[in-house]
């Protein structure tokens, strides 16, 4: 991941100061996994915040270049992913692409959506958060399949699951994030969005998520 202790504390303060995630260790969210959560995350918030979206945009572009260097295509992840994809598309001045949850049911049938030329290209991934990565590696292979050689992925957030980490390299996927769990439960601590004593709580949730609560 995106080894940037900085960005990643900025990043877990502006998701807090917007409600982007919401700490709820009292009351749990409900996953639509079925999973309880003392957190939820919805980084499409950053979006109407044009500081932090051009901020998370600058970051999300300097990783990829860091980490993935040349590469000749940006793809969005249905939905969430898909305008932070096109802001970075837009900042390194590179084609964009989206790829659907499911591939459309009239018309070309089409999974993949954008310019059906560029097949072959060097190309990153954008999604919004990773929980177990499925989502994520789903579009990864679509694109794969239609030709695409991926670089690997770039997200705003990760909840570091073990899982994911393992899906990732099962796909041989690698993967960066601006921020983590890690960073976000000591800024919340820090700055009293959170109890001190909900931290063991928090992190006990991301040690085993399917059989907490």
């Given at each position: 991941?995106?080894?940037?202790?900085?960005?990643?504390?900025?990043?877990?303060?502006?998701?807090?100061?917007?409600?982007?995630?919401?700490?709820?260790?009292?009351?749990?969210?409900?996953?639509?996994?079925?999973?309880?959560?003392?957190?939820y995350?919805?980084?499409?918030?950053t979006?109407?915040?044009?500081?932090?979206?051009?901020?998370?945009?600058?970051?999300?572009?300097?990783?990829?270049?860091?980490?993935?260097?040349?590469?000749?295509?940006?793809?969005?992840v249905?939905?969430?992913?898909?305008p932070?994809?096109?802001?970075?598309?837009?900042?390194?001045?590179?084609?964009?692409i989206?790829?659907?949850?499911?591939?459309?049911?009239?018309?070309?049938?089409?999974?993949?959506?954008?310019?059906?030329?560029?097949?072959?290209?060097?190309?990153?991934?954008?999604?919004?958060?990773?929980?177990?990565?499925?989502?994520?590696?789903?579009?990864?292979q679509?694109?794969r399949?239609?030709?695409?050689?991926?670089?690997g992925?770039?997200?705003?957030?990760t909840?570091?699951f073990?899982?994911?980490?393992?899906?990732?390299?099962?796909?041989?996927?690698p993967?960066?994030?601006?921020?983590?769990?890690?960073a976000?439960?000591?800024?919340?601590e820090?700055?009293?969005?959170?109890?001190?004593a909900?931290?063991?709580?928090?992190?006990?949730?991301?040690?085993?998520?399917?059989?907490?609560g």
């Amino acid at each position: 991941m995106f080894n940037n202790s900085e960005t990643a504390q900025q990043v877990a303060e502006f998701l807090l100061q917007i409600k982007a995630i919401k700490l709820q260790p009292a009351n749990p969210f409900t996953w639509a996994s079925g999973w309880k959560s003392p957190i939820y995350c919805d980084n499409r918030v950053t979006l109407s915040h044009p500081t932090i979206r051009t901020y998370i945009r600058q970051q999300l572009t300097l990783a990829i270049q860091e980490k993935f260097g040349v590469v000749g295509c940006i793809a969005g992840v249905a939905t969430a992913g898909i305008p932070q994809g096109a802001l970075v598309a837009q900042e390194l001045g590179l084609p964009f692409i989206y790829v659907r949850a499911k591939a459309k049911e009239h018309g070309t049938g089409s999974l993949i959506e954008g310019d059906t030329t560029l097949t072959g290209q060097r190309v990153v991934v954008i999604e919004d958060l990773i929980s177990t990565g499925k989502s994520s590696l789903q579009a990864v292979q679509a694109l794969r399949d239609a030709g695409y050689e991926v670089a690997g992925l770039a997200a705003i957030f990760t909840y570091g699951f073990d899982v994911a980490d393992e899906n990732f390299k099962k796909a041989n996927c690698p993967y960066i994030t601006l921020s983590d769990y890690n960073a976000l439960i000591s800024y919340a601590e820090e700055f009293q969005y959170i109890l001190r004593a909900d931290v063991d709580m928090l992190k006990q949730w991301r040690e085993d998520p399917a059989n907490w609560g």
